[in-house]
């Protein structure tokens, strides 16, 4: 089963607006990352957030997580058509003491120029 | 440092025959994993591998699937025999403390 649900499914935004992403899960977790992955290719590690933060930014990009709602979000600020690509959250769950990562089904979004 | 590397990038077979999926793992990375990506089912994990011992291969939907780790810079997956319903993208993975890296994926279309 599925550890990870993304929603939006699909996201479309012009160039310049902010990409709001979100995870839910459904077991007490390590950690969370999220990655991208481009039409074709394999999936780039973006972020990691451990259980015990709440925020962490990283250029563009700033991740939250929720514990007690077993959520995180995923803001992208300032898009560029560069952006365009699938993101998906992956959990590391505390039962797994060897970082096996269950993934969402992701979202895939568009930035249109 | 070339990053996780799989072979083929991509793979045309008939059904029935049998499938071999290479993967070399970034050294000091001490687990690997094997995904599957389709559109239906999107990211499986199929099995991985902790120093080289397969940990949990419970995510491998048949017996026709296995995957070995020989040493710690080369993993196959092999179906035998393959069937269309196995074309997907497969992915490698290997981590250590610090992180995951994925590979380029092998593109596997069973006609």
């Known amino acids: 089963s599925q550890q990870g649900e993304e929603d939006p499914q699909a996201l479309s935004i012009q160039e310049g607006e902010n990409a709001t992403m979100n995870c839910s899960y459904k077991?007490?977790?390590?950690?969370l990352q999220w990655y991208r992955q481009n039409s074709g290719r394999g999936l780039v590690h973006l972020i990691l957030i451990r259980s015990n933060e709440r925020e962490k930014h990283s250029g563009r990009l700033r991740v939250t997580l929720d514990t007690s709602k077993k959520s995180s979000s995923l803001l992208i600020t300032a898009s560029r058509a560069a952006d365009t690509a699938s993101y998906f959250c992956?959990?590391?769950?505390?039962?797994?003491?060897?970082?096996?990562?269950?993934f969402g089904q992701g979202t895939t979004l568009q930035v249109k120029p | 440092d070339a990053g996780v590397i799989q072979s083929p990038r991509h793979e045309v077979t008939e059904m029935g025959q049998e499938v071999t999926l290479r993967c070399k793992p970034i050294s000091g990375h001490n687990s690997l994993f094997w995904y599957r990506q389709t559109m239906m089912r999107g990211l499986e994990l199929l099995i991985y591998?902790?120093?080289?011992?397969?940990?949990?291969d419970s995510g491998m939907p048949e017996d026709r699937f296995s995957a070995k780790m020989p040493n710690a810079s080369f993993s196959t997956l092999k179906i035998q025999p393959s069937e269309p319903r196995d074309s997907a993208v497969y992915f490698c993975a290997s981590s250590n403390r610090f992180g995951y890296t994925f590979g380029s994926g092998t593109r596997l279309t069973v006609v």
């Open positions: 077991t007490s977790i390590n950690n």
């Open positions: 591998f902790n120093n080289n011992v397969p940990i949990d």
């Open positions: 992956a959990t590391d769950a505390v039962t797994s003491n060897t970082g096996k990562l269950i």
